[in-house]
């Protein structure tokens, strides 16, 4: 059953979606978001009954991308902290000689709190960011024939990185939280635009050069990528 009220809400199937209205939108849309929320998106005035069909249309496309959510915030566990793609335990040390120590599976970060110890461990993690996003591009524009690249960080929430128009490479910090060769992957697919500006099938070509198992690669990203873009100390 479906039922409307008026803060743009829908229950469907028992689950609340949320409607965006737009008066230029055309066609309805739907999205899961990286945080398991579904959103319906639609042009003003479209009946209840045509969002009700649109959701059961494509309730299997829902559930199955609720699932995939479900199953890739479950690799982040409450409490746990994460640096190249391992999961450590978080240890609290409020009287810790350093900052953030990595000790056998454990990541100690000085604080009593994780409100405490989260920009001290958001600062170690930008520099082991900036220290391994800057050797990965140089090793791999020496392996594609490109010359040296600018390099800067970024937090998005939507994103891992981008080819600045004056050819300088942004990526998100968050890239250290995955595994390296996930890293490695990212990397190539932004230096791979110095050659190609689009997508094209010429594009991936470049990418497959050089990293013969994107593929794989990108689907570890597409499929568990996301919640990492959203963590942060709890």
Not at 47 to 72: D, F, P, V, Y
Not at 118 to 129: F, G, I
Not at 182 to 189: A, E, G, Q
């Amino acid at each position: 059953m479906v039922t409307r009220d008026n803060q743009g809400q829908l229950n469907f199937a028992g689950r609340d979606v949320s409607i965006k209205w737009s008066r230029r939108r055309r066609t309805i849309g739907l999205t899961v978001t990286g945080e398991g929320r579904v959103v319906i998106s639609a042009r003003v005035g479209v009946s209840t009954a045509m969002l009700m069909q649109a959701l059961t249309k494509h309730q299997a496309w829902i559930e199955g991308k609720l699932a995939a959510r479900q199953e890739a915030w479950a690799r982040l566990p409450q409490g746990s902290v994460f640096f190249k793609g391992q999961t450590y335990r978080l240890a609290l040390v409020p009287e810790a000689a350093a900052p953030v120590a990595l000790s056998g599976q454990e990541i100690q970060v000085r604080g009593a709190t994780a409100a405490a110890a989260w920009p001290s461990l958001l600062a170690w993690y930008y520099r082991e960011a900036d220290r391994m996003m800057r050797a990965r591009v140089d090793h791999y524009a020496r392996a594609m024939g490109l010359e040296a690249v600018p390099v800067e960080l970024r937090e998005w929430k939507r994103r891992w990185g981008e080819c600045h128009p004056r050819k300088a490479l942004r990526f998100n910090w968050r890239l250290i939280l995955l595994p390296p060769e996930v890293l490695d992957y990212v990397v190539v697919h932004e230096l791979a635009h110095h050659r190609e500006a689009g997508h094209s099938p010429s594009f991936w070509g470049v990418v497959a050069q050089t990293l013969p198992d994107y593929r794989q690669r990108r689907q570890w990203l597409n499929r568990y990528g996301t919640p990492f873009l959203l963590w942060r100390l709890a």
